[in-house]
């Protein structure tokens, strides 16, 4: 993640990941605007190029091909991605909601989300029909979709609602698809039926009479069936039924019209028009708030009001960006006037397109060359990202729209003391904390429901305290998943010895910045923490919090345990299995996010398995006899499993062919990108018996990356591991495996073994 010392004064928030904010992402990225800071939302870290999605339903694609990875995009323009999605607005408060994370605060807002189906319109639907839209999760409906055909046996009907460019082209790049595979596997393409079907008298009605005449001749020549004039009134299982009371049987039904905003919209009070879109001028500001712009799809441009087209989107990228940047250093938007006549390059599935522009005309297998070399010079542009330069540091006040917000820019970045005088101010500090609710424990005495000086706890009789501490700074640009992580590494420790969660006191620095900023960091942050230790029945009783250059968190943790039944690093016994709860790998998969060398996906997997806790699989554990523990964080795997051997006086083999291994991270680790805590873990080599024989293994590398909030390393005795494990997964830990076995203590003094 990029860190900077020049203070955030204007927040643009962008909503979606549509083809407009990606070149949004990519005119910031290339030129900064000091002080003011982006921050995307969406729910999918892989959008898709719509140019390109039917030659991926076609198989001329790969995944990545006509994906554009919003993660390094978000990284490389210094934008903070929060993965979520929008469900509303406050517009007075100027706040985004969203479906599982506190309120976004923006000054200046941007919403690229694309458009829904409208199913609702028609009975059944919403219930038996796929919809294409939106095509952010259109990947996971299509996979789900050709699995259903490729096990279908016998004959196969797949009707497509929507007669447009879009149901034209999906029919044919399906059929052209699916026919391969049924060749694939001996079965006969006669038995493929498509039909296509929309409430309109003419194909690709917004194009001109040459280019339907292309397509119908197309379609009939590949013997799909077309019902025009037809409108589809209700859909059935395995049925659908047009208005003129025709019913047709059919395996899959694809629902490609009827798009229009999502509900949520509506209680905005932003100026929608009759499909639910959002009005905007020719400044892409909505019609009544200068303070949110909108583009693409979700957009109608009433001054010019053009088709739903994946081009417009794009053409919009360049003006929605500049009229950001002009908004949010207090200058006027310019006008934007989309071009009268577009080109349309459509395909047909098979490698053959026809182009369309006004009342030109012209198809074959060179204008699928034309349109191939176009998309794939467009997604260049967000693939290959060119080296950039770091941004000046000095403060730049240009985007304060007020004295008072120059002015603490300015003392933002002065020179500070230390000691107290570096502690987030009390007022800012009670505002962000002020709406957390942390939970409340009859054995905590004093705790923030009464602050005082200090904390005061009871220890029920019979339990011992168990102590621990942790603190580290960011490695996400996401101040809410960040919190939630750092929350779930520090009671790692608590877990691991089989003690209950008792209470947290939380130290903390944020970066100077003016207050507002400041404060909403504070909130976003302690509210992810928040969430993590009142699932865990933790109380966060106090802490401090200060400025500093980086955003970084800590917890001292307290939990209490029956001094009887602690799982301790000292308790391996020889004939033991070893057991791992969760994948490794997290330490290269950040070195190369900051490098921008880590698909989003890769990511994402990541952060799920930090996030997860490792309460449940605790208690598991010593249900099945676990009398050795210890969660796997900064000294990697083999370090954490030396750290027991020892105390243990044991040896252990480790199969590292059984490591289960976090999504990329041996495609990082074999590029050499390392997590820069490797070197001082790689130390440890010498614990290794014949270590030399392993060094070429892909593994070998992971077993010495640092984790964060990683899983628990236990063993348990060998006749209760199988059933161990399979609770463990039962539980939600789908990657725990039996990694290896203790061994007693042997004549060499390296007590690990390696095997494959």
Same mark, same amino acid.
């Given at each position: 993640m990029r860190t900077t010392e020049q203070p955030v004064l204007r927040d643009i928030v962008l909503i979606g990941g549509g083809h407009s904010h990606v070149g949004v992402l990519k005119r910031f990225a290339m030129n900064p605007v000091p002080g003011v800071r982006l921050t995307l939302i969406c729910r999918d870290t892989h959008t898709p190029y719509s140019g390109m999605l039917p030659g991926y339903v076609a198989g001329h694609y790969s995944y990545d091909d006509v994906h554009i990875d919003l993660s390094k995009l978000a990284e490389y323009a210094g934008a903070r991605f929060y993965r979520d999605e929008a469900i509303g607005i406050d517009r007075s408060r100027k706040r985004v909601h969203c479906r599982n994370r506190p309120d976004v605060p923006y000054d200046l807002l941007s919403i690229n989300i694309g458009s829904s189906p409208r199913v609702r319109d028609v009975t059944g639907a919403s219930e038996f029909a796929v919809p294409v839209k939106p095509i952010n999760g259109f990947?996971?409906?299509?996979?789900?979709?050709?699995?259903?055909?490729?096990?279908?046996?016998?004959?196969?009907?797949?009707?497509?609602?929507?007669?447009?460019?879009?149901?034209?082209?999906?029919?044919?790049?399906?059929?052209?698809?699916?026919?391969?595979?049924?060749?694939?596997?001996?079965?006969?393409a006669g038995e493929l039926h498509f039909h296509l079907?929309?409430?309109?008298?003419?194909?690709?009605?917004?194009?001109?009479?040459?280019?339907?005449?292309?397509?119908?001749?197309?379609?009939?020549?590949?013997?799909?069936?077309?019902?025009?004039?037809?409108?589809?009134?209700?859909?059935?299982?395995?049925?659908?039924?047009?208005?003129?009371?025709?019913?047709?049987?059919?395996?899959?039904?694809?629902?490609?019209?009827?798009?229009?905003?999502?509900?949520?919209?509506?209680?905005?009070?932003?100026?929608?028009?009759?499909?639910?879109?959002?009005?905007?001028?020719?400044?892409?500001?909505?019609?009544?708030?200068?303070?949110?712009?909108?583009?693409?799809?979700?957009?109608?441009?009433?001054n010019h009001p053009r088709e739903k087209a994946g081009v417009f989107a794009v053409r919009q990228g360049r003006p929605l960006a500049d009229n950001l940047r002009r908004a949010a250093l207090g200058q006027a938007p310019k006008p934007f006037h989309p071009q009268k006549k577009w080109l349309a390059l459509i395909s047909t599935g098979d490698k053959y397109a026809v182009a369309s522009r006004g009342e030109f005309a012209h198809a074959g297998r060179l204008v699928w060359r034309w349109k191939d070399w176009i998309d794939r010079r467009f997604m260049k542009k967000f693939t290959d990202l060119p080296a950039m330069e770091e941004s000046a540091t000095l403060p730049d006040t240009s985007a304060a729209q007020s004295k008072e917000e120059a002015a603490q820019a300015i003392s933002a970045v002065a020179m500070r003391c230390g000691g107290c005088g570096a502690k987030v101010g009390s007022t800012v500090l009670s505002r962000a904390l002020g709406e957390l609710k942390p939970i409340e424990r009859?054995?905590?005495?004093?705790?923030?429901?009464?602050?005082?000086?200090a904390a005061v706890l009871r220890v029920p009789p019979g339990k011992a305290v168990v102590h621990t501490v942790d603190f580290f700074r960011a490695f996400i640009d996401d101040p809410y998943i960040f919190g939630r992580v750092a929350a779930n590494h520090s009671l790692g420790d608590i877990f691991a010895m089989g003690a209950e969660a008792q209470s947290a006191t939380a130290v903390a620095t944020v970066p100077y910045g003016i207050e507002s900023k400041v404060e909403d960091v504070?909130?976003?942050?302690?509210?992810?923490?928040?969430?993590?230790?009142?699932? +865990? %029945?933790? #109380? /966060?009783?106090?802490?401090?919090?200060?400025?500093?250059?980086? =955003?970084?968190?800590?917890? $001292?943790?307290?939990?209490?345990?029956?001094?009887?039944?602690?799982?301790?690093?000292?308790?391996?016994? +020889? %004939?033991? #299995? /070893?057991?791992?709860?969760?994948?490794?790998?997290?330490?290269? =998969?950040?070195?190369?996010? $900051?490098?921008?060398?880590?698909?989003?996906?890769?990511?994402?997997?990541?952060?799920?398995?930090?996030?997860?806790?490792?309460?449940?699989?605790?208690?598991?554990?010593?249900?099945?006899?676990?009398q050795a523990c210890t969660d796997v964080t900064g000294f990697g795997l083999l370090g954490h499993l030396v750290e027991m051997t020892r105390p243990s006086g044991v040896d252990a083999e480790l199969d590292l062919t059984a490591i289960p291994v976090l999504p990329g991270a041996e495609e990082t680790a074999a590029a050499g990108i390392l997590s820069s805590l490797q070197p001082a873990n790689i130390r440890l080599r010498r614990g290794i018996r014949e270590q030399e024989r392993w060094i070429k293994h892909p593994r070998y590398p992971l077993i010495f990356d640092p984790q964060t909030a990683g899983g628990l390393l236990a063993s348990v005795p060998a006749h209760k591991a199988d059933a161990c494990v399979a609770e463990l997964k039962s539980l939600g830990y789908p990657h725990t495996a039996i990694i290896g076995r203790i061994l007693p203590q042997g004549e060499a003094i390296e007590p690990i073994i390696l095997r494959a």
């Open positions: 990947n996971n409906r299509w996979l789900g979709l050709l699995a259903r055909l490729e096990n279908h046996q016998g004959p196969m009907t797949v009707a497509i609602v929507g007669a447009g460019a879009g149901g034209v082209e999906l029919a044919l790049a399906m059929q052209f698809r699916l026919r391969k595979e049924l060749a694939k596997r001996g079965d006969d079907f929309d409430a309109a008298t003419e194909l690709l009605p917004t194009h001109n009479p040459k280019v339907r005449e292309q397509f119908a001749r197309k379609l009939k020549q590949r013997g799909i069936r077309v019902h025009l004039g037809s409108p589809v009134v209700k859909v059935e299982a395995q049925r659908l039924t047009t208005e003129a009371g025709d019913s047709l049987a059919v395996d899959e039904v694809l629902w490609v019209t009827r798009a229009g905003g999502p509900r949520w919209l509506e209680d905005t009070g932003l100026a929608l028009d009759e499909g639910n879109f959002l009005r905007v001028r020719d400044t892409l500001q909505v019609e009544n708030d200068d303070a949110i712009f909108a583009a693409g799809d979700i957009a109608n441009v009433t009859d054995d905590i005495i004093v705790g923030l429901h009464a602050p005082d000086d504070v909130f976003q942050m302690m509210s992810g923490a928040v969430d993590v230790l009142n699932e +865990a %029945g933790c #109380a /966060l009783v106090g802490g401090h919090t200060g400025e500093g250059k980086e =955003l970084a968190l800590g917890f $001292a943790v307290n939990g209490l345990i029956d001094p009887d039944q602690i799982m301790s690093k000292g308790g391996l016994r +020889a %004939g033991d #299995a /070893l057991i791992l709860t969760k994948p490794i790998g997290t330490g290269t =998969l950040f070195a190369a996010h $900051a490098r921008l060398a880590a698909k989003g996906r890769w990511i994402d997997s990541a952060l799920a398995s930090m996030m997860q806790s490792n309460q449940s699989a605790a208690a598991c554990l010593r249900r099945y006899g676990s």
